[in-house]
C-alpha cells in the first residue's frame, strides 16, 4: 500500500533519533509496520485527510507532525465496502497535548460538507457539564468569533445547545454521563472526554448502542491519565496494549499512548515529550510556553507536599502516582495481589494459590451497616504469604439509592457478592456462608469489631464458632500499619483475580493522626466502600495467633 507521508514523516523523526516516544508508541511503530502498513487491501484517503489539515490549519491552529501521523489514520479504509479499518481511537496523553483541541477540528470538519457524509451527529460525553463542553465550545467560539467567522456562520448554524451543519444537516451535541438518563443520538462519531473519571463501561455502552446507522461511525476515547483504578481507563490500557502486541489483530482500535516509561524518567526534561508530544522538537509557540510552565511545576515540587508530586506525576507526565502517606499501597501493588506482573506489563499473568482444601483459616468480618454492604472472608497463611478468600453481601435498596459507579452487576456475575432484598442484610447469609466454607477449610474463630456483633454473636455461636472481639478498631489499625505496609509492598498479599477486593482496598484513606498513628478510613464516606479491606484487617489482627505456616500432611507421620 502506499503509506501516508506525515506517517512516514513521524516514525522517521523517531528512527533517526530526532525526537523520543514513549515504549507504546515503538510498539506502535512495530504493530503498524508488521500488521498494517504491509497490506494491500487498505488505502489511506490522502484527499479528505489533506482537506481537514486545510480546514484546521485555517480554522483552528499549525497541526504538529503528531496530530497528522493520528489524523491519518481516522481516514484510513478497506478498498472493499470503503468503510473504516479504524473504528475506535485511544488517544492517551499528558495535559496539554492538545486533545481536545484536535478533537474540536475534527468533529467540526466531521459535520461539513468537506467530510461528505450527511446527518453525521457527534455526541461529546463527559463526566461534568463543563469537561463535555471543552471542545463544543471550542468549535462555538470558532464559528462566533474567529477571523473567519462569516464564512464558518455562512456553513453552520451554532447555538448554545447544539452546533448544526446548514448542508449536510449533521450537528455536534455535548452529554454528561448519566448513563441511566441519556440516549445516544443516532450518531455518526461519539466523543468520550477524560475516561479516566469514568468507574465503569455503562456509559460507553450506552452511546455506542446508537452508532453504526450512520456510516463511517467512529468512537474517541480521550484522557490523560487520573486518580481512579480498576475502572474503564484500566481495561482501555489492558486492551490497547494486547492491540499494541499484535494479540488482537481484528480490534479495530488505534492506540496512541503518550507517556513516560518509568517515574524515574521524570528528573530529565528531554523525556517529557514521551508524554507530550507537543514537546517534540521544534516546539511551537504554544508548546514552548507550555514547557516553561511544567518547568515550573517541576522545580516548585522540592518545596510542595506529596499530593503535588502526585499531580504532577499523573497529569502532567501522564504516569500515574499514589500518595503512600494516604494510601494503603500503591495500585501496582493492590494489583500484585492477584498477578505475578504490574498493570502496564504486557502480559497478564494470573498469581499461582495453592491448594487451600483442610488448611485452617481465621474468618474476618465486617458488619458496620446492615443496611448496605457487609463482608465475610478466611484469611490462610502459606509460607510468607497470606491468602484472602472473601465473599461480599449487598442490600438492594442502597443501591437503588445510592451510584456507587462500580461495576456492582458484574461483580455479582463473577460470584464475588450477592446482591439481597430486604430492608437489611439478613444475618442468615453470614452465618450460611461461614457454615459453607467450614466443610471445606478449617475455620472455627471469626474476628470482628464489636459494633454490630451483638446482632450475629449468638447466630455464630450457635453453630460452633468462636467469636473474638475487638473493642477499639482504629487502634488495631495503627498497631497493624507497618505491617500491611510491608505485605502489600512485599507482594504477600493474596486476593486472587478479585476486582472487588482491589477496588475496597483503593477505597482505603489513610489518615495519619497527630501522635503518628494511622487509622483506615474511607475515601468517600457513601460511595467508596471499604467493607472487605476492614474485614481482612480484623483477620490479620489475630492470623499469626491462630495460624502457623502449613507443612504437607502425611498420614505415615502419625504415631498411632
Sequence with gaps: MKINKHVKYYMNQYETGKIKVSKYLVLLFSYLKNFVLNRDDIYFDEVTHEKYIAFTEKNYFKLMPFQKFITAFVFLYYKEGNYPFYEQFFLYKARGAGKNGLISSLVNFFISDLHGIDNYNVSIVANSEEQAMTSFDEVFNTIKKSENSEILESLFHAKRSEIVSRTGKGRIKYHTSNAKTKDSLRDGCVIYDEVHEYEDSAIVDVFSSGLGKVKHSREFFITTDGFVRGGYLDDLKERAIRVLKGESLDDPLFVFMATLDDESEMNDESNWQKANPMFHEPMSEYAKELFRKVKTQYISLGNSKPSARIRFMTKRMNCPATDLTTSVATWEEIWRTGYETNPNDEQKILRKVPDLKHRVAVGGLDFASIRDFAAVGLLFKVGEDYIWKTHSFVRQGFLNNVELQAPIKDWEEA??????????????????????????????????????????????????????????????????????????????????????????????????KKDGNKEYLKKDEVRRKTDGFQAFIHALWQADNILEDEEDFYLDAIDF
Design 415 to 512: 460470584g464475588l457478592l450477592t446482591i439481597l432484598d430486604g430492608p437489611v442484610i439478613d444475618i442468615k447469609h453470614i452465618v450460611n456462608w461461614f457454615v459453607e466454607m467450614r466443610e471445606s477449610y478449617g475455620v472455627n474463630r471469626i474476628v470482628a469489631d464489636t459494633f454490630r456483633l451483638d446482632l450475629v454473636k449468638s447466630a455464630l455461636e450457635a453453630e460452633g464458632f468462636e467469636l473474638i472481639y475487638i473493642r477499639n478498631p482504629k487502634a488495631i489499625h495503627s498497631l497493624l500499619a507497618p505491617r500491611v505496609e510491608t505485605l502489600f509492598a512485599q507482594h504477600n498479599v493474596i486476593y486472587g483475580d478479585n476486582p472487588l477486593m482491589r477496588w475496597y482496598t483503593n477505597n482505603v484513606y489513610v489518615q495519619i
